[in-house]
């Protein structure tokens, strides 16, 4: 069965830190996968998106992530954050067989002065 | 483009009461999909849409919960007899590709 695993629930940084939010995988095919951010009262928006090819991909607000089939992982980074980049963020797989999203738990991230 | 629309954002019923959300998905986009968000079950899925047959309502709890798409331009979530464990944040999204989804704000449902 497929499942996503965010093992850190919250995670606080200082401003102009870099960040890295953990993301591991289990599906029995190639995986599609994808971050999503959650401002607070708002719906998920898409970070990014990986379908193939190279295992780095970038995404809106200088954020990138790194796909590794070798840890079934799919981490997202960002070189230094905003306070604005506070907000919940979520890793998702796409089953291609239904066409469902596996949704991982979400990291809360805190951005400190 | 103004992205998946869901009405109300807000909602409060009172135990029993019946409730009707409202979701108009992306012009063009030919399938929609509607979660549910709480804190301790996180994002679930509910049910699905693909040019507006209904493809799998797995998630749907049977007894109280429909959901319909009539035409292009909007689905319709409907909780019958509302519990308060009903109490969440219902998503919305919809899709062109089957791959990626495109979400409302969500509709905050309150059951008292």
């Known amino acids: 069965a497929q499942s996503v695993t965010q093992p850190d629930a919250r995670v606080t940084v200082s401003e102009g830190a870099s960040l890295q939010l953990r993301c591991k995988y289990s599906y029995s095919a190639t995986p599609y996968l994808f971050w999503y951010v959650q401002y607070p009262r708002q719906g998920l928006q898409l970070l990014l998106k990986?379908?193939?090819?190279?295992?780095v991909v970038q995404g809106v607000n200088s954020f990138e992530a790194e796909f590794s089939k070798s840890n079934s992982s799919f981490h997202l980074q960002k070189a230094s954050v905003h306070w604005s980049d506070s907000a919940v963020y979520f890793c998702?797989?796409?089953?291609?067989?239904?066409?469902?999203?596996?949704f991982g738990a979400g990291t809360r991230l805190k951005v400190i002065a | 483009n103004a992205g998946v629309i869901q009405t109300p954002r807000h909602k409060v019923t009172g135990k029993g009461q019946e409730a009707t959300l409202w979701c108009e998905p992306i012009?063009?986009?030919?399938?929609v999909f509607w979660y549910r968000q709480t804190i301790v079950q996180g994002l679930e899925f509910l049910t699905y849409?693909?040019?507006?047959?209904?493809?799998?309502d797995s998630g749907m709890p049977k007894e109280r919960f429909s959901a319909q798409m009539p035409n292009q331009s909007h689905s319709t979530l409907k909780i019958q007899s509302t519990q308060p464990q009903d109490s969440a944040v219902y998503l919305c999204?919809?899709?062109?590709?089957?791959?990626?989804?495109?979400f409302g704000p969500g509709t905050r449902l309150t059951v008292l």
């Open positions: 990986y379908y193939s090819g190279d295992p």
């Open positions: 999204a919809s899709s062109l590709s089957s791959y990626e989804q495109y």
């Open positions: 998702a797989l796409l089953n291609t067989g239904n066409y469902k999203y596996v």
């Open positions: 849409f693909r040019n507006q047959a209904p493809i799998d």
């Open positions: 012009s063009g986009h030919s399938a």
